[in-house]
Structure formats: structure tokens, C-alpha cells
């Protein structure tokens, strides 16, 4: 009795306590692990429905603000343009049920609806959500928040995700008029597929679509529309370790009662385990809301929070912003998910480039960044930007052909100044050197600021020459080997500005191409270029830019300018780069193809410099391949430059293709380059660029008719 009274009930006390007390704790702590757990699903829903959202953001700004879209759909609605770029094309590849074009009243100018046309009264289709969002819009007309709104609206057929933006040029090419309004409308309805792609990145069990007025609970995701409005409610089997680990657990509690201690350790180190399996969900959570999900590099949001506590800390930093050259070309060409893959390989190359201790983030788009601490010099940034260009530009074996994009670099570093101002002149740097000419870098100073206003003021005054005819074109002879005598002239635009004097091609090209106006002074160096040779006995070259090249009236407008100067297309020869033919091989080949079917001969301009291969050589149709002047100008005196330009000389041999050599500046330099069997050259020691009056006086005699000789002769 003493026994019991002494050790048997305390010790019956001390255990039940213990038990009650370990069963509530697990209790406890395994209802915690689920609510936390159920918590982690509603926010990586949450996530994955936002992400769907601001994919219909993504897909109205890109084919709203498109010079084509304006032109085929909101100026003359082109029904069957619309069906293979949007319409159709959406619902193909997005299932997007609903492809819209309305009116400011809500009318709709074209409609496919489930892949099909059909009439439709918007408002009545797509739900409040909708209707509210387009009103926004329209007021937002004229104001920095006219652009794209994105969300979810509760439609006839279900919920769906929606996005509404106005078409509107993407370049100063197109002119939309002010009162013209029209709407780019898709809608894509929270369906299975939806539901299922929701659930493969977010949750393991099925998620279900139930009616806005179910009522919420575990497991459970309100949808709201734009207004605010229920319209619609996601709802799963939320996943519940706890009460599994409990089920566990119990049995052997029961059988371990005597063992109570290390019964508890037991549920301790349980519990300890399922609290780091709660931690790491969060933190994984935490992950995706902080990186892109394509590349799994840190996203905007990341690059924003390190620059903050960069700032606070008021250490010094570099930003390197850098925007690929092309990218849109490669989407547009081979789709989105070659884009894709590019993106996730130029991704790579960057990590592997990433110096020690830096944040490289994506931004969006084709856009990356480096955050570097602490103080870099010249030399530093400069290896640093040469290594990510190079890096970048390596070719992309993705498809039969390689895929070669470049990209722009811009640097600045902080001084003190808020981190947002850091970004912008990184901005300013990166867009400048993406007008210098692309692929390549610029370091941010502050002439930059002032330079911007300098270059608006040239582009006003360049368009005012254009259009007065106040450029000029000067012509660089282009001298047979065998006999040394002209075989063509290449022509060249000048610039001689009335107050500040000569504007060198490096300079204003440069702006012309920024600003779209290439394309007309094109075709100004073209219709002058045929007036002044008309008569002469022999071709004459002029160069494409990249804008003139992939222009859908080239053909029609170098036809109807050689009409109006009486200029035969035979005696007509177009330089172009090999970045023409590596970025759209399959386009590029019908443009030349095209060309050469009226007679006009083609030339490949700068080769050696890029990544044209001899396949390139053999697939289009080219006329001759002009050797860069780098590889010329160190042929006298570097045996590895002369070893190359040999080979390329003997490679055009091989392939009927003749050479012509640029840059030939000296008697040593010409000779062995004829020696080699070099077809043609150009370069000083026969002749700076002359006037057309040079021209006609020195080499066509009284400047008469004379028998036409071609550059192939």
C-alpha cells in the first residue's frame, strides 16, 4: 500500500500526465503541420493562377503593339491575316476560346470563338469582369495607365482568364489615327487543361472548378473577377501529414507506454523532422516567388530587394543590364518554344560568366542583369562585357540550322544616388550600345543624359535632310584584278550638315536605323545612286540594312525605283551581312531568291567577321562575298591573317564564287591578294570615294553611253 501510495500512483500520475500531455502535443503539432501545408497550397495557387493572368498580359501587349497588327487588323481589318497570326493561330496554340477585336462601344470587328468565326455581343459573352475592364481602358485612353489589363471574368461558359489591349503601332513606320480605337480581346476559359497544368505545378491531388457561392474553406481558392465580383471558387483535397503522422504515431504510444521517454524522443525528433519538411515548403515557396520559372534564375522582384539592401548598406556596386539583339526574330521565326530554350541556354553561359558574390537575375523577356559589389575597373568591365557578348553570341544549335543572337550591354555604377536611378543609366548605357551598332557594351557616363537630347535633335534634322535631298552619295570604285580596271562602284551616303559640317555614315546610320528612318534614306541612297550611274559602263553596289531587307515591299519598291531612274536591274548588286541569312535562314534565302529573279545580283558583305559556314555559301544564291577589311589590312605583315584570307579566297575558287578583297590600302597588299587569285578589290590604293561627277569625268570618259560591262564580266 505504502508502495502504491509512494512510487505507483505518482509514478501512474507522472505517466498518464506525460501520456495526456504527449497526446496533446502531437495533437497539437501535427494539426499545425496542416494548416501550414494547407496554407503553402492556397499560395502556390494563388501563384500559378497570377501566372496564367499575366501570361494573357503578356500575350495582348506582344500582338497589341505590333506595326502588322495595326496595319492588317485595326486599319484594314485583313480577315485572313488575322486568322494565321491571331485568331486562329491563339486558338491553336493557347486553345484561347475567345480571340476578340472591338470597338471602344464594345463592338466586335472580328471575332473566332472556339477556333471559329462566329457573331458575338462581348459583353454578353465574357461577363462583368470584362466589361469593367475594358471601361477602364478606354478612360485610361491618353494617360500613363492606357496599355493592358489582365484578370478574370465570369463568362456564359465559366470563369475564364481575360486580357484587352488597344493595337497600336510598335514603330514610327505606322500611324495610327488618334480617333481610331480598336481593342485586342482573348479570353481562355478555366477548363481541365487549365486545372490540370495548375495542379502539375502546384499541388499533387486534382483541383475542381465550383460555383462562386460554395462556401470557403480548406483546400479552397476564391476566384474574383475584375470588379471584385465571386466568379468562380478552385477547390482539392488539401494533403494532411499531420493527421497521417499521427495515425502513425498512436499505435505506438499505446504499445510503448512504459518506454514513455523514449516514446517522446521519438514523437520529438518526429515533430522536429515535419517542422523542417513546413520550413523547407516555405522556402520553397519563397523560391518561386523570387525566381523565374523558365530559367530558375532570381526574377524582378529578387533583382529589386538586393538593390534596396545594396543601397541601405552603402556599399558601392555595379549594375550590368544586358538585352539580347534579334531575340524576337528567333520567336517569331521558330516559334516560342525555341525562344525558350534560347533563353534557358543564354541563362547558362551567363551563370557560368557570373563573377564571384554577384546576383544574376532575368527581368523579363529577353532582359538579364548582373548586381556586382564593390568597385570594378575599366579593364575589369571591359573583359567582363567582352566575355558575355561573345558568350551570347556563340551559335545555338537548337534546329538543323545554329540560331546566332548578339545582345547590348550597358553599365553603371552607383554613386550614391537611388538604386532606381542606377537601373535607368544602366538602361541608357545598354540602349546606347544597342545604337552604336549592337553587340557590344557601353559604360554609363553623363554625357550619355545630354547625348540622348543630342540624338533626338539629329534625328529631327536627319529626317529634314532626307526629305530635302540635302544628303549626298559618293562612289568608291571596285577594280578587277586581271587587268586593274573599274568593274563597279559601291555607293556611300554623306552627310554634310549646313552648320555642323561633315556627320559621319557611323554616326547617322546609326540613328537611322534607331529610328526606323533607314528604310527611307534606303531608299533615297538608291534612287540617287541610279540617276548618277545611268550612264556609266559599269554595276553600281549599294548596301541593305537589315530594316530595308525584311521589309515586305523591298522588292516592289527597288523595282518601281529602277523603273522611274531607267536604271537596268542587271547592272544593280546588294550588299548584305551574314547575320541576315543566320537569324532567318529559310526567309532570307526567298528575299535574295526573289531579288535574283529580276536580274539583281547579290553580295555577302563582311564575311569572316560572323558565322556563316560553307553551307550558308552553298544554300543561297550569292554573286560574290566581299573578305572583311580586318582580315586585308594584316596580310602583309601576320602570316594567320594572310594564312585565312588565302583560304577564303581558295574557298570562293572551289565554289565559283568570286572574292572581292575591301580595304586594300597598299601595292603589297594587292599583290598577293591577286597572286591568290582574289577576283576583285576596293580600298584606297585605287580610290577614296569620289562625286559622281569624279566618277563620270575620270573613269567614263565624256560621262556618255557606254556598253554596259557587268562586275561578273
Known amino acids: 500500500m505504502n508502495f502504491g501510495r509512494r512510487f505507483l500512483a505518482p509514478m501512474a500520475l507522472i505517466v498518464a500526465a506525460s501520456l495526456v500531455t504527449l497526446g496533446l502535443g502531437l495533437i497539437w503539432l501535427t494539426r499545425l503541420q496542416d494548416g501550414l501545408e494547407q496554407e503553402r497550397e492556397v499560395q502556390l495557387t494563388a501563384s500559378a493562377v497570377n501566372d496564367h493572368v499575366g501570361r494573357m498580359r503578356t500575350f495582348v501587349r506582344e500582338y497589341s503593339f505590333w506595326d502588322e497588327a495595326v496595319r492588317r487588323m485595326a486599319l484594314d481589318l485583313d480577315t485572313t491575316w488575322a486568322d494565321d497570326n491571331v485568331g486562329i493561330y491563339a486558338y491553336n496554340l493557347n486553345r484561347f ?303 538543323t540550322e545554329p540560331i546566332v543572337v548578339g545582345t547590348s550591354v550597358g553599365i553603371a555604377a552607383s554613386d550614391g544616388t537611388d538604386f532606381e536611378d542606377v537601373v535607368r543609366r544602366a538602361d541608357i548605357a545598354m540602349y546606347t550600345a544597342k545604337a552604336r551598332g549592337r553587340d557590344g557594351w557601353c559604360l554609363f557616363d553623363p554625357s550619355l543624359d545630354e547625348g540622348r537630347i543630342e540624338r533626338m535633335i539629329l534625328e529631327c534634322e536627319l529626317r529634314r535632310a532626307i526629305d530635302a535631298g540635302e544628303l549626298s552619295v559618293v562612289f568608291q570604285p571596285i577594280i578587277r584584278s586581271r587587268d586593274e580596271t573599274i568593274a563597279s562602284v559601291e555607293a556611300l551616303a554623306r552627310w554634310d550638315h549646313p552648320t555642323r559640317g561633315a556627320i559621319a555614315p557611323d554616326v547617322f546610320i546609326p540613328i537611322a536605323e534607331e529610328s526606323g528612318l533607314i528604310i527611307e534614306l534606303g531608299r533615297y541612297v538608291l534612287r540617287e545612286a541610279c540617276m548618277a550611274a545611268r550612264d556609266w559602263p559599269f554595276a553600281v553596289a549599294v548596301n541593305l540594312s537589315p530594316a530595308q531587307f525584311w521589309d515586305r515591299t523591298l522588292v516592289d519598291g527597288v523595282l518601281a525605283t529602277l523603273a522611274e531612274c531607267d536604271f537596268p536591274p542587271e547592272r544593280l548588286e546588294f550588299e548584305i551581312t551574314e547575320t541576315y541569312l543566320l537569324r532567318r535562314p529559310e526567309a532570307a534565302a526567298e528575299v535574295i531568291a526573289q531579288l535574283r529573279r529580276h536580274g539583281i545580283r547579290m553580295a555577302l558583305d563582311d564575311f569572316g567577321t560572323g558565322y556563316a559556314s560553307i553551307g550558308y555559301l552553298q544554300r543561297f544564291e550569292l554573286d560574290l562575298v566581299k573578305l572583311d577589311r580586318s582580315f586585308v589590312e594584316r596580310i602583309a605583315f601576320d602570316s594567320d591573317a594572310a594564312d585565312v584570307a588565302l583560304a577564303i579566297i581558295a574557298l570562293g575558287s572551289a565554289l565559283h564564287l568570286p572574292i572581292l578583297a575591301e580595304g586594300v590600302e597598299s601595292p603589297e597588299q594587292a599583290t598577293m591578294l591577286a597572286t591568290a587569285g582574289c577576283a576583285y578589290m576596293q580600298g584606297w590604293h585605287y580610290g577614296r570615294p569620289m562625286t559622281a561627277a569624279d566618277i563620270g569625268s575620270k573613269h567614263c570618259g565624256d560621262g556618255g553611253p557606254a556598253q554596259h560591262r557587268s562586275i561578273a564580266a
Not at 210 to 216: E, I, N, V, Y
Not at 266 to 283: D, N, T
Open 97 to 399: 476560346e475567345y480571340v476578340l477585336m472591338v470597338t471602344p462601344a464594345d463592338e466586335a470587328l472580328y471575332a473566332v470563338v472556339d477556333g471559329k468565326h462566329a457573331p458575338i455581343d462581348p459583353a454578353l459573352a465574357l461577363g462583368g469582369g470584362y466589361v469593367s475592364a475594358a471601361r477602364q481602358l478606354v478612360r485610361a485612353e491618353g494617360t500613363r495607365a492606357a496599355g493592358e489589363i489582365a484578370g478574370i471574368t465570369l463568362t456564359g461558359r465559366g470563369p475564364a482568364f481575360f486580357g484587352i489591349a488597344r493595337i497600336r503601332p510598335s514603330s514610327a513606320d505606322v500611324q495610327l489615327p488618334g480617333d481610331l480605337k480598336r481593342y485586342l480581346v482573348v479570353a481562355k476559359l478555366i477548363d481541365p487543361s487549365v486545372l490540370a497544368n495548375i495542379r502539375k505545378t502546384t499541388l499533387g491531388t486534382p483541383i475542381r472548378l465550383a460555383a462562386a457561392g460554395s462556401p470557403p474553406g480548406a483546400g479552397q481558392l476564391p476566384l474574383t473577377d475584375a470588379d471584385g465580383k465571386p466568379a468562380g471558387l478552385l477547390t482539392w483535397e488539401p494533403e494532411r501529414p499531420g493527421s497521417a503522422l499521427r495515425v502513425r504515431l498512436l499505435p505506438l504510444v499505446a504499445l510503448i507506454a512504459a518506454a514513455i521517454c523514449a516514446l517522446a524522443a521519438m514523437v520529438l525528433s518526429r515533430a522536429r523532422r515535419a517542422a523542417g519538411e513546413l520550413s523547407s515548403s516555405e522556402a520553397n515557396a519563397m523560391h518561386l516567388a523570387n525566381h523565374d520559372s523558365l530559367t530558375g534564375l532570381p526574377n524582378r522582384r529578387a533583382f529589386n530587394d538586393h538593390l534596396l539592401q545594396q543601397s541601405r548598406s552603402g556599399e558601392p556596386y555595379v549594375i550590368v543590364y544586358m538585352d539580347l539583339d534579334g531575340f524576337k526574330d528567333v520567336n517569331d521565326a521558330f516559334g516560342h518554344a525555341t525562344g525558350d530554350a534560347l533563353l534557358c541556354r543564354t541563362a547558362a553561359r551567363l551563370k557560368a560568366l557570373c563573377p564571384p558574390g554577384a546576383l544574376l537575375a532575368r527581368l523579363g523577356g529577353d532582359e538579364f542583369a548582373y548586381v556586382i559589389e564593390g568597385v570594378l575597373g575599366e579593364a575589369a568591365l571591359d573583359a567582363l562585357a567582352r566575355g558575355i557578348v561573345e558568350a551570347v553570341r556563340d551559335p545555338h544549335d537548337l534546329r
